[in-house]
């Protein structure tokens, strides 16, 4: 028992490390072979784990053998727009100027149910409201609508906004987050004067943070007054 637990968790271990060395993709965002590696990966992982009587290096090198052909190829699809071409294919335009390319539909095998769906996912019910329709290679289909039918936007409008930038976390489930404290150029006499204001410390704060305009935002846990 101890030893199935032990390869288990080794497996597991093992896994995780070469899903973050391949990188940072949602899984919608994979591309083929980068699908085709990751489900591979995890049915060599799944082999040793469920059979003691399999060496447990006989998991583990397919899987770094696997790991170490997606470098190779990210690393060719970077550098060469030909081997990027093979591998992960070239974006397709499916609505051009409002009307639906029915036969790169048919070379896509992208039925009309399909494309209906996913306009209607990003709010758009008429075809005819659509510019450009565009199929990627990682499967995620992107509209940019007719310039009548986009948002306004306050330059639309001519109206001046100000600069917003990303709020800072500087509380995080009751840890001062140091790091972010000193990029404002404030230390925790600063933080705890502020949480004096709310009759707070800082183990009683599940999130604060200070927003683009500078103000200091503070939410208490659960069952904290």
């Not at 390319?101 to 095998?109: K, P, T, V």
Request: glycine share 6%; proline share 5%.
């Amino acid at each position: 028992m101890l030893n199935v637990f032990m390869r288990s968790l080794i497996l597991y271990i093992v896994v995780v490390i070469v899903m973050r060395i391949m990188g940072k993709r949602q899984i919608g965002q994979l591309q083929p072979f980068e699908l085709v590696i990751s489900i591979l990966i995890a049915e060599l992982a799944a082999i040793p784990m469920q059979d003691i009587s399999i060496p447990l290096v006989n998991g583990l090198i397919p899987m770094l053998a696997l790991l170490f052909a997606q470098l190779v190829i990210s690393y060719a699809s970077l550098k060469s727009e030909r081997v990027r071409e093979l591998v992960c294919g070239l974006p397709s335009i499916v609505i051009k100027n409002g009307q639906i390319d029915e036969s790169e539909l048919r070379r896509l095998r992208y039925n009309l149910n399909d494309l209906l769906e996913q306009l209607r996912s990003k709010d758009i019910s008429n075809v005819a409201d659509v510019e450009f329709a565009i199929l990627e290679t990682g499967g995620q289909l992107n509209v940019i609508p007719k310039s009548q039918k986009r948002p306004l936007t306050p330059e639309d409008l001519q109206i001046s906004t100000e600069y917003e930038a990303i709020p800072i976390t500087i509380i995080m489930d009751g840890h001062v987050q140091n790091e972010n404290l000193t990029m404002i150029g404030h230390g925790i006499p600063w933080l705890m004067k502020q949480l004096d204001k709310q009759n707070l410390k800082p183990e009683d704060v599940f999130f604060a943070y200070i927003d683009s305009l500078g103000s200091f935002h503070v939410q208490p846990k659960e069952g904290v007054k």
